[in-house]
């Protein structure tokens, strides 16, 4: 099953992104950890992307896509994948369908308020992506990664200038996405607001996994 999820910054859609892949056994891939892998490289083109990644705003389309096809030519997404962090825009939707159908798309919704809120707390494993919340989803150790081991960190694109710009480009860029996926008859909209476990609670009982 090939899923895209998507939603506001803090939506909590990556931590349901992973319990759903462990659910439907099919890998958790998310934009966001490619670019910043690839951030991360010190190449002419990470540097380049890590100063777009920083400022809030989005990453050229061509680069995403380049980066996407790579991931899902591996083999562990032959049945399926749960993509998060993309489509992040119309351009990226009609990208996508050029490469691979999607059967569902879910939307976790949560309001702008809510959204700074979380995001306030948010930290960060860079070794291997985790993510964790001091007040909601805080790791069993301060400052440490329950899954590796490595220290946590506040992303630079977690401060609150930058979220609010990251809101912005949401609402204009990404939001238009309900519209074209629920032509398709694939768009399910979930609550983000209610706590990790109902949230999950919600997910598994629309597709039917409970
Ligand atoms: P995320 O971890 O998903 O919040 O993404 C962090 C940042 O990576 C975003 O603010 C963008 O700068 C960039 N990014 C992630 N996904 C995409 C995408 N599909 N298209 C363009 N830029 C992206």
């Keep these: 099953m090939n899923i895209i999820i998507f939603g506001p910054q803090g939506s909590g859609k990556g931590t349901q992104a992973d319990i759903l892949g462990e659910k439907l056994n099919i890998p958790h891939i998310t934009m966001g950890g490619l670019l910043r892998a690839e951030a991360g490289s010190e190449s002419v083109l990470g540097e380049k992307i890590k100063t777009i990644i920083n400022q809030g705003i989005l990453v050229p389309d061509e680069i995403t896509l380049e980066l996407l096809k790579q991931r899902l030519d591996k083999p562990d997404c032959e049945a399926g ?20 159908a999607v059967d569902l798309a879910l939307e976790i919704y949560i309001t702008d ?23 909601y989803k ?3 150790q301060e400052g440490i990664c329950d899954k590796c081991g490595a220290a946590l960190i506040v992303r630079e694109d977690d401060k609150d200038e930058v979220i609010k710009m990251r809101l912005n480009v949401y609402h204009q860029q990404t939001e238009p ?3 074209y996926y629920q ?11 209610p706590p990790i476990p109902e949230v999950t609670k919600e ?8």
């Design 113 to 135: 308020e809510e959204a700074l809120k979380r995001t306030g707390g948010r930290r960060n494993c860079l070794a291997c992506g985790n993510t964790y919340h001091l007040l």
């Design 203 to 210: 997910i598994f009982a629309k597709l039917k996994l409970i």
């Design 177 to 179: 996405l309900v519209e």
């Design 138 to 140: 805080p790791s069993q």
């Design 183 to 193: 032509k398709q008859s694939v768009y399910l909209k979930i609550d983000g607001m």
């Design 81 to 100: 994948f749960i993509l998060d962090g993309y489509p992040r825009n119309l351009v990226q939707a009609a990208d996508l369908e050029q490469v691979t």
